[in-house]
């Protein structure tokens, strides 16, 4: 598996749909990091112009699957049609397993979104797993909005699930609400 994440708008472009709103004149440069902390934290309509793609590389089908259930997330994935792509076993051989390339066209508050449950213990195991791994890349070049994308139980102070995957009864609860304000601060 890998993955690859790019942004593919601007931090202006969220300050400027900030200050239209304001009816401020717009600017042409970067806000900075307290600024960003602010509106991810927020969460207020211009964070939506924060887009991504996000590139999944061999998954399986079925953590696709669960990612596109999440309607606010454009998918891309490759497809598994034995008559367009000759590499691909007829459709009776194919499993829910095999490997399938994703990207996801995305922005800042659908990657909050998606966090909440594909971060949750609930979440099936391998695509809990692509899903770290996914904001572990971004972390790599958005921060703090990385560190915005949490777990329910971080949010809502429980597990909201039907039955609690329990992590928000366990000790390192306190410890990770606490990280998720302070970090965000
Ligand atoms: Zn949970």
Redesign the pocket.
Known sequence: MKIEIQRVTSWTDVLNAARFTQRLPLKSGEPSIKWKKKIIKAEHSPLRCLMFNIDFYDIPYYVSVHLVRHVHAQPFVSTSRPDIDGHQQPREEQHKTDPVNMRLFLNAQEIINISKVRL???AEKETQKVWVRAIYELSKIEPELAWACQ???IYRGH?P?FK??G?SDGELFPLKVNDYINNLN
């Open positions: 949750c213990n609930k777990p329910s139980c597990c699930e609690s995957c992590f």
